[in-house]
């Protein structure tokens, strides 16, 4: 059962521009992580956030959290084309004691 | 640098035969997990494994079992291949307790069979 879902599920955008994508979940988590993954390859661990954290930075991502609407947000600022590929949401809840992916959404950075 | 090493990129099996997917980490994680990547349905859970001879069920085990025989490696068998265990598979292995840090994965195994 998928506990992440991003929205939107694909995004084009050119170059210099912002991304942003979201993360709506349906139970309470303990993390929440984000994740990417180059076509047809294995995932990449981008940033992880906490349930009692709200925001995050990390180089040109910024990653928000907020448990009372189940969502998250990832931020890339200034595209570059080397940010295409897919990017996935991962939450963790603890009683689970396992990580559920979401489906992902695609950036495609033109030049 | 922490690595998680996949058998194989590309695997093309029949029906019917048992296959082994094979992972080996070199950063001693006790955690490590096997996902199947389909188009629409993102990564789903087959089996993991906290320890060594320990295993548990994830989302999706029907058609699979898993190995952990040593700590550094962590094998999927599929039983008798079909037609739609056709997918990509990734392993991943964590450190610690479990989903509290980040997983590291290994670059998947495009598996096909006919």
């Known amino acids: 059962s998928q506990q992440g879902e991003e929205d939107p599920q694909a995004l084009s955008i050119q170059e210099g521009e912002n991304a942003t994508m979201n993360c709506s979940y349906k139970?309470?988590?303990?993390?929440l992580q984000w994740y990417r993954q180059n076509s047809g390859r294995g995932l990449v661990h981008l940033i992880l956030?906490?349930?009692?954290?709200r925001e995050k930075h990390s180089g040109r991502l910024r990653v928000t959290l907020d448990t009372s609407k189940k969502s998250s947000s990832l931020l890339i600022t200034a595209s570059r084309a080397a940010d295409t590929a897919s990017y996935f949401c991962a939450t963790f809840t603890g009683t689970a004691s396992k990580l559920t992916f979401g489906t992902g959404t695609r950036l495609q950075v033109t030049l | 640098d922490v690595k998680v090493t996949q058998s194989s990129r590309y695997l093309v099996k029949r029906t019917g035969e048992k296959v082994f997917l094979e992972c080996v980490q070199d950063?001693?994680?006790?955690?490590m997990f096997w996902y199947r990547q389909d188009p629409g349905l993102g990564l789903r859970l087959i089996y993991f494994?906290?320890?060594?001879?320990?295993?548990e069920k994830g989302d999706i085990p029907e058609g699979y079992s898993v190995s952990r025989e040593k700590k550094e490696r962590f094998s999927l068998i599929l039983e008798s291949a079909s037609t739609n265990q056709t997918s990509m598979y990734l392993c991943?292995?964590?450190?610690?307790?479990?989903?509290?840090?980040?997983?590291?994965f290994g670059s998947g195994t495009r598996l096909t069979v006919v």
């Open positions: 494994s906290y320890d060594v001879k320990m295993k």
């Open positions: 950063m001693d994680h006790e955690n």
């Open positions: 991943a292995s964590s450190l610690g307790d479990r989903g509290f840090q980040g997983y590291t």
């Open positions: 956030i906490r349930s009692n954290e």
């Open positions: 139970t309470s988590i303990n993390n």
